[in-house]
């Protein structure tokens, strides 16, 4: 049963009543009474008659007072039908009815004052009524169209990143990587070096790993050559501003183990490297994620990208067999079984059709397997009898230029040989003076292929010429046992190198 709020008929408190109403208050001993519908009596319809002496926004109440809501307090809820509203006074129970447009001229008849609606208000002229924007509650989230969150996100996308945040170990500031050209790398862009030189003085120190560097490599792109990379035993590995600032500008923590080796992408826009945690990882330069991760199943001591397809790349190690991965699918592609213990080096020869690897298999009469050349293709052995001696090769580099590749021995000195089946050695041409002493010292040319670089137990750099295997220069690097040399791509005599105790070097 429906309940309707009504009043005892009393025509002296008519205006009373209509003043209370207007100005929102109740007296206190005002009586309200609830009374149900069964006690409810309609009162007679009456016609409306405009007076033509009074105008008529005086019973309907002016515009200007309709463009804001009502003060009329709600004393009791109140039933809304669809076609009426009933409200009872004290003094009389009028009945309002609003069908239509023409509601407004079937209002009751009364003396005093007719009390407002809560309708919606109305801004305009009169004739073309616009909708007027209501304040929104608190804690409510207005809503915002499409096409305006769109414009809103483009702007804030567009807003150029403050300098300040440009800081290394920033996610977010460190996203212009690969975007900026090192003043110091331009100038030389336009002529490549003819020749390269030797180092002679320390340009820069980089600190920052807390463990053994293994390798330092530069970008192998002109234009962002200016970046340096390194792997290390603490299970990061870096990339730092090597031409200019010195700055570490990104730290890679994506193994849980020590970082053994690392190189470039052809690109530039992305690393490969091995760890001792049995995984594979390639990681985006700029934004640090993880692209592919592969687990090997054994300790990954090199890592190498095959030459015609960068989507292919070698893993060996603490393992008798070498894998060939495919990044694009995450899938073992080829299985090279070497019967040996583990393998410390892979070098893929011009071309990418066979590649050599080295590994630690060394017997007490002669030194087979030892360097194992193999068909890329059918992963057959070309040939196991390349190096007679009884000395482990823990690195090797491929001359840039001419059909030969060189070995680094724990012999204490680098032997050459030729990168053509059947990869016989050089026996007469020998590089001497830098010690090994097991440590996993690498070799490297430079771009022309005229110097031959190598580090040394000692902590020394040292710089060969290549044709005769005469000693150029030997830098006193560092006090530590120095395990790489890195000869810039564009810089001419400039050189990266690194220790067993962490520290990086440029010279120039």
């Known amino acids: 049963m429906s309940s309707l709020v009504a009043y005892e008929d009393s025509e ?27 006690e409810f009596t309609h009162s007679p319809r009456t016609s409306f008659t405009p007076d033509p002496d009074r105008p008529l926004f005086e019973y309907h109440g002016n515009v200007s007072e309709r463009s804001g809501y009502s003060l009329q ?8 039908f669809d076609w009426e509203r009933k409200v009872c ?66 702007e804030t996308s567009a807003e150029p990143k403050h300098p300040a945040e440009l800081v290394p170990g920033n996610q977010s500031g460190e996203s212009q990587i690969l975007s900026e050209v090192s003043e110091r790398v331009k100038p030389y862009l336009a002529h490549m070096p003819c020749a390269a030189g030797i180092p002679r003085r320390l ?71 091995g760890s001792f945690d049995n995984t594979a990882v390639i990681t985006d330069v ?10 090997n199943q054994f300790k990954v001591m090199c890592a190498v990208l095959h030459p015609g397809h960068p989507e292919v790349f070698l893993c060996g190690g603490y393992s008798p067999v070498v894998k060939a991965w495919d990044s694009r699918s995450c899938k073992v592609v080829k299985v ?12 893929f020869l011009r071309g990418g059709v066979d590649f050599i690897t080295s590994s630690d298999c060394v017997s007490r009469d002669s030194a087979d397997r030892t360097l194992i050349a193999w068909d890329y293709q059918t992963t057959a052995k070309v040939s196991n009898q390349i190096y007679h001696e009884r000395f482990t090769c823990p690195s090797l580099a491929l001359h840039p230029l001419e059909e030969s590749f060189v ?72 006090g530590q046992p120095c395990l790489c040399v890195a000869q810039h791509p564009v810089l001419p ?12 070097k440029v010279w120039h």
């Not at 801004?123 to 207005?142: C, E, F, S, Y």
């Not at 090279?336 to 070098?347: P, S």
């Open 286 to 295: 700029e934004t640090g994620q993880q692209a592919v991760k592969l687990d």
């Open 407 to 478: 070995a680094q021995t724990n012999g204490d000195y680098m032997a050459v040989f030729s990168s053509q089946s059947p990869y016989r050695m050089n026996k007469r041409r020998q590089y001497e003076g830098h010690k090994v002493e097991g440590y996993a010292v690498q070799c490297e040319f430079s771009q022309d292929g005229t110097i031959l670089a190598s580090g040394s137990s000692t902590g020394s750099a040292h710089f060969y010429d290549y044709h005769n295997a005469r000693t150029l220069h030997t830098l006193r690097a560092h």
């Open 73 to 80: 307090p709600r004393l009791q809820p109140q039933r809304c």
């Open 203 to 273: 340009l820069m120190s980089l600190g920052g790993h807390q463990g053994p560097v293994n390798t330092v490599q530069w970008c192998p792109v002109p234009q962002l050559s200016h970046l340096l990379l390194s792997a290390s035993m603490d299970k990061t590995f870096k990339v730092w501003d090597g031409a200019e600032s010195g700055r570490c500008l990104r730290v890679y923590s994506c193994h849980s183990g020590a970082v053994r080796d690392a190189c470039w992408t052809p690109c530039g826009r992305r690393l490969l490297t």
């Open 336 to 347: 090279y079984k070497a019967a040996v213990q583990q393998t410390l080096d892979i070098l």
């Open 89 to 154: 006074s004290d003094d009389t129970v009028q009945d309002k009815h609003f069908r239509d447009s023409t509601a407004a001229q079937s209002l009751p008849a009364t003396q005093g004052t007719i009390p407002k609606l809560r309708t919606h208000p109305i801004v305009g002229d009169g004739l073309n009524p616009t909708k007027r924007t209501h304040a929104v509650p608190p804690g409510v989230r207005p809503y915002v169209p499409k096409r305006q969150r769109l414009a809103t996100s483009i």
């Open 493 to 504: 005599a400039t050189v990266a190198t690194c220790d067993w105790a962490g520290e990086i």
């Open 12 to 38: 002296s408190s008519e205006e009373e009543a209509s003043a209370s109403v207007q100005t929102g208050s109740l007296e206190p001993d005002h009586e309200v009474r609830v009374c149900s519908s069964s």
